[in-house]
């Protein structure tokens, strides 16, 4: 399973090497029935709750910062230890909803491998241990016997683009 997470969400499943499902539109399922409207005329979908820009736009919110700032140059307010920490709850969150959405992909796809690319690559450092350790604490019996490598795409950012992964 391939996800791409940026301004939105994109998703697609390898199957024996193959793309397969290549018009699912993941980023579009509900895991909050009372959050806010998505474009997609929906409440709560994964990517309003999940994707980059809605972390971004919460960091941005919290520490109160210019609206242009770009997402690298909100990865490098975050270095500083006292803005980290201001915004660690904020972090946990976003992590929450991802993981929820990928707790649905588990139990719908047993992907062997959950490779995540786009803007989210750069955050990794500070992303990535969450958000395993969240999946890895779920009581649900069918999630802990299929829990997937989850890692971020090789190709980094560009593997979208490029329409590989790992
Ligand atoms: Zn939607």
Do not use: W
């Not at 199957?15 to 806010?36: A, F, R, Y």
Request: with cysteine; hydrophobic share 35%.
């Amino acid at each position: 399973m391939f996800l791409t997470l940026g301004t939105g969400i994109g998703g697609a499943v390898y199957l024996n090497g193959k793309m397969v499902l290549p018009k699912m539109e993941i980023g579009h399922m509900t895991i909050n029935i009372n959050g806010e409207k998505c474009t997609c005329g929906r409440n709560g979908c994964f990517e309003t709750l999940a994707s980059m820009r809605k972390l971004k736009n919460d960091i941005k919110e919290k520490l109160k910062l210019d609206s242009e700032i770009t997402g690298k140059e909100i990865r490098e307010v975050l270095e500083d230890e006292n803005t980290y920490n201001k915004v660690e709850s904020v972090l946990d969150t976003y992590v929450r909803n991802l993981s929820e959405g990928l707790k649905n992909i588990i139990n719908i796809f047993h992907p062997e491998i959950i490779s995540i690319g786009g803007s989210f690559v750069h955050y990794k450092d500070i992303l990535l241990d969450k958000l395993i350790e969240e999946i890895n604490s779920e009581d649900s019996s069918f999630i802990k016997q299929n829990i997937p490598n989850i890692t971020v795409a090789t190709l980094k950012n560009e593997a979208g683009i490029i329409g590989a992964t790992i």
